[in-house]
């Protein structure tokens, strides 16, 4: 579904993403962590249209995407959420969902004041959509708030929510479960695994969290100073030497050395 | 009559009448900052392009400058709106790709360049004369009855502007452009061309603000580089519009009132102050106004009338 080759970017004297290629397989949950600083956020927005690479290219589902716009990708079937989550503040939940669909006749100015009964009438249907999305997240209740007024763990579900309102191929998650309490993240795993197995989501998910990641993801992929370490089963990883001391934890001998 | 009275209404119809105009300069800069959050510090500019293309237009031929081309009135005004969108775009096209406060800067140049070329090439608009025979309609009909017409032709060019921006802001147009002004990157990833929106925003206000411009050549029968200072007109729509309520085309239209009515009462206030302090007052005004606008915004940190959520439009 995504395919990265030789992607380098470099900010100042800093290579963020070093020379990185690897795939996404369409229908997969693939899973990519790797230490604070590994190039993974800075490859997400390379992906996703928000950032240039220096040298390298994208591919998503076979079609050469590198340097599109974000819009564009969009367009193409690639929905993402950010890091830290990214809402309309000043907006309502509801309206944060019904912003999502795209081609929206009434987007254009002249329908809205000539042909107001066509838009009012796409918007009923989006509208539906929209509940229907905050009701299987579980956040109807607050779908008449100021997004800005959210919790965080709340904003990353109206994020979720925004990318299943227009039916992507492709799903990046950008550390979904940060700041988000357990029993809703594990609501968060069941509903992503829901996405995957009825509906044929791809999805790309940055995580820390390594029991989220072995629920989910296969396969894993390792990054490090701006490459890929290695791919594999969590398994594989979780028993690979080179991962443990660069990011799993257990590097102690040569911290002592050193 | 008596003349005290008579005076009082004229006087109450003159108040309403630059109401009228910068309501509809409010409506202009909302579509651009209440809705897309445009930083455009050059009203004056699109401002000055509509009132001068009124007066060249309308004006009976003169050999002092171009034209005038003695249009009727009413012919001139979306002439004068084509003009400034047309000068908006470029500009637009651009800048817009510059944030917030660059785009400030840059619209701030533009519009200082527009007044310029307007004040100095004689041939052009009578330099620093300006055009002093610009046609108002319904004057045929008298005083006071001209005025009061006119006063009708203001606020209904006001009330169809309100109720287009209206349909604007609670459409999913107003809806994109929100949540670009509320997030850029997260509109760009939900599929959202922000540049076509800004741009968008940006031509459709600036042709708002041409219209204002119009109006206000037509009702002073008169435009000159005096006319376009930037006090007078980016200054105090931002005043109105900050104060009244930005993202609330009702509350640009009460910032628009509230505003002028001080304005103008500080006028007749000052002219009763002596002779050493009349020099002064311009400045004492534009003070009064700073004043009035740090203590709005201390009790009303969004304005009179706070932007609202939009109703829902499907039934």
């Not at chain 1, 693939?30 to 190039?39: K, M, V, Y």
């Not at chain 1, 390298?56 to 076979?62: D, M, N, Q, V, W």
């Amino acid at each position: 579904m995504i395919t990265v080759e030789n992607i380098v970017r470099r900010f100042g004297g800093i290579r963020a993403v070093d020379g990185c290629s690897l795939s996404v397989a369409q229908g997969s949950i693939t899973g990519l962590i790797g230490p604070n600083g590994a190039g993974k956020s800075t490859l997400f927005n390379i992906i996703a249209g928000l950032l240039r690479p220096d040298a390298g290219t994208i591919k998503l589902a076979g079609e050469d995407v590198t340097g599109w716009p974000a819009h564009r990708l969009f367009g193409k079937g690639l929905a993402r959420t950010f890091q830290i989550a990214h809402e309309f503040g000043r907006m309502t939940v509801l309206e944060n969902l019904m912003a999502v669909p795209g081609g929206q006749s009434g987007e254009s100015i002249i329908n809205a004041w000539l042909r107001w009964s066509a838009v009012r009438a796409e918007e009923a249907k989006i509208r539906g959509r929209a509940e229907e999305v905050l009701s299987q997240l579980r956040i109807d209740h607050v779908k008449h708030e100021l997004a800005g007024n959210l919790s965080g763990g709340q904003k990353k579900l109206v994020e979720l929510a925004r990318t299943m309102m227009w039916q992507p191929k492709v799903v990046l998650l950008d550390e979904i479960g940060a700041g988000v309490n357990r029993a809703l993240l594990s609501d968060i795993a069941g509903e992503i695994e829901r996405l995957n197995r009825d509906h044929g989501y791809t999805f790309f998910v940055i995580e820390h969290d390594m029991d989220l990641i072995a629920r989910l993801c296969s396969p894993v992929i390792v990054m490090a100073e701006g490459r890929v370490l290695m791919q594999g089963s969590m398994q594989e990883i979780r028993q690979n030497a080179e991962v443990i001391e660069a990011y799993l934890g257990g590097g102690k001998v040569r911290h002592g050395a050193a | 009559m008596d003349m005290q009275l008579f005076g009082l209404i004229m006087y109450a119809i003159s108040l309403a009448t630059m109401f009228g105009i910068y309501g509809v300069l409010c409506l202009g800069l909302n579509l651009q900052w209440g809705f897309a959050g445009l930083f455009n510090a050059g009203i004056a500019g699109f401002f000055a392009v509509g009132a001068y293309a009124t007066a060249i237009l309308t004006s009976p031929e003169s050999p002092n400058y171009l034209g005038g081309f003695g249009w009727p009135p009413l012919l001139a005004l979306p002439i004068a709106m084509l003009l400034s969108g047309l000068i908006a775009w470029p500009v637009g096209r651009i800048c817009l790709g510059l944030k917030g406060d660059y785009l400030a800067m840059a619209t701030i140049g533009i519009s200082e360049i527009i007044r310029l070329i307007l004040k100095n090439e004689d041939w052009l608009a009578n330099g620093t004369m300006g055009i002093s025979t610009v046609p108002r309609p319904f004057e045929s009909l008298g005083q006071p009855w001209g005025n009061v017409a006119f006063l009708g032709f203001v606020l209904l060019v006001m009330a169809i502007l309100y109720l287009a921006a209206e349909r604007a802001w609670i459409s999913p147009w107003g809806r994109a452009m929100r949540a670009i002004r509320d997030n850029e990157l997260a509109a760009a990833a939900i599929g959202k061309d922000v540049v076509r929106f800004r741009l968008e925003a940006f031509v459709i206000g600036s042709m708002v603000m041409g219209l204002g411009g119009a109006l206000s050549a037509m009702y002073f029968k008169f435009i000159g580089s005096s006319a376009t200072e930037p006090l007078l007109t980016t200054f105090l729509v931002w005043v109105m519009l900050i104060i009244g309520g930005s993202g609330n085309n009702r509350g640009a239209m009460v910032g628009a009132g509230l505003v002028w009515l001080i304005w103008s009462g500080t006028e007749l206030l000052t002219n009763r102050l002596p002779a050493e302090w009349i020099t002064r007052s311009s400045y004492m005004r534009a003070l009064l106004i700073g004043i009035l606008l740090i203590v709005v915004l201390q009790r009303f940190a969004k304005g009179v009338l706070p932007e609202k959520p939009p109703r829902r439009i499907d039934g």
